[in-house]
């Protein structure tokens, strides 16, 4: 008789252990298809996202390379803007370049008809003070002043002597002339009014500056006043006051010394009768004795000459036009302080 322990289970029999062994083998193969389904899944996963970044990292290609000739055709567009802006510029540069240069000139233009239109004005409607405003076409009604600017010069004997011989008496407005400035005393001893026009005659130096202007008349006025003892304040402007010359070194000038000669005591004197002896240096002596004829209407005419050493022909015409005003019955005077002036429209 065979022991069995109660609590140990009876042994299955073959076909029960059979029948077991079939079921783990199912259990197992449903194991491997759900593994070998999770891994396609997986692999099909994989593939498309690696699918999915290739076409991405292309796509990326393109948009940058697209950019970049974007870039590059935006960079040569306003490369070519900004050549063509500069170029646009320049142009405008020069124009208003153009522009401002033709602006000067008429300016200038305009300043010199200014000026002729002064003169005219002084002529046709006489000295702005004295007396004698009044004008008329009788020669025989009108004073002559005679004015000589720029001496004393070898010519101020010649001069002299010819006005002495028709007992004329006239005016020098002198400057500095060296070693001609002993006829000065010749000047006023022979009884003609001595007058400042300038020491340098140099515009750049006397219209620099107002200071500049009165250190120069302060020159001439103690030469004068050395030569001869007179302290004369008559004078007259280089160029007279209506030069426009004066504006290339400093704008305004004639303006501001207008004034402050006469706020010093000066009497300042222009012209309204041009002998046209200041066009050339040989200006044919008849053109001047013609010239001298064109008596303004004003019945007092001071008349513009000028002694230095080049104006020969001044001299030549000199006794000619003293004779025509002589015999057409004008008076000759020298200026003093209470002269017509024949100021001229100041342009500066
Ligand atoms: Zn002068």
């Not at 040569?76 to 050549?83: I, L, T, V, W």
Request: proline share 4%.
């Amino acid at each position: 008789m065979q022991y069995r322990d109660p609590n140990r289970p009876a042994r299955p029999s073959p076909r029960a252990r059979q029948n077991q062994r079939v079921q783990q083998i199912r259990q197992l193969r449903t194991v491997l298809l759900v593994c070998a389904v999770i891994i396609a899944v997986l692999a099909v996963a994989v593939t498309v996202f690696a699918v999915r970044s290739h076409r991405m990292t292309d796509t990326d290609i393109v948009q940058e390379k697209a950019y970049a000739s974007l870039s590059a055709a935006f960079a040569s567009e306003q490369a070519a803007r900004e050549q063509e802006g500069a170029s646009y510029q320049a142009q405008l540069d020069e124009q208003s370049k153009a522009h401002a240069s033709e602006k000067d000139a008429l300016e200038a233009t305009i300043s010199d008809l200014n000026r002729q239109l002064s003169v005219k004005q002084a002529a046709a409607t006489g000295p702005s003070s004295g007396s004698g405003s009044s004008g008329s076409s009788d020669l025989s009604q009108k004073t002559i002043y005679l004015t000589f600017d720029d001496g004393p010069s070898p010519r101020t004997p010649e001069i002299l002597k010819i006005l002495d011989k028709y007992g004329v008496k006239a005016t020098f407005f002198v400057i500095n002339g060296g070693k001609y400035n002993q006829y000065m005393k010749d000047i006023v001893n022979a009884g003609h009014a001595i007058a400042l026009h300038s020491y340098t005659h140099s515009y750049s130096t006397i219209y620099a500056s107002e200071s500049a202007y009165f250190d120069d008349l302060q020159k001439i006025s103690d030469v004068v006043y050395e030569q001869t003892g007179v302290r004369t304040k008559l004078i007259r402007f280089p160029g007279g006051s209506s030069n426009t010359v004066s504006r290339k070194y400093s704008s305004g000038i004639m303006t501001r010394l207008t004034k402050q000669v006469e706020s010093k005591g000066y009497v300042y004197f222009d012209w309204n009768l041009s002998s046209g002896d200041a066009d050339g240096n040989r200006v044919p002596a008849q053109t001047l004795i013609n010239n001298c004829r064109k008596v303004p209407r004003s019945n007092s005419v001071i008349v513009l000459m000028h002694d230095a050493s080049v104006k020969k022909t001044t001299v030549e015409a000199l006794p000619s036009i003293i004779e025509y005003y002589k015999n057409a019955g004008c008076k000759f005077a020298k200026l003093t302080e209470s002269s017509p002036t024949a100021h001229q429209r100041v342009n500066n």
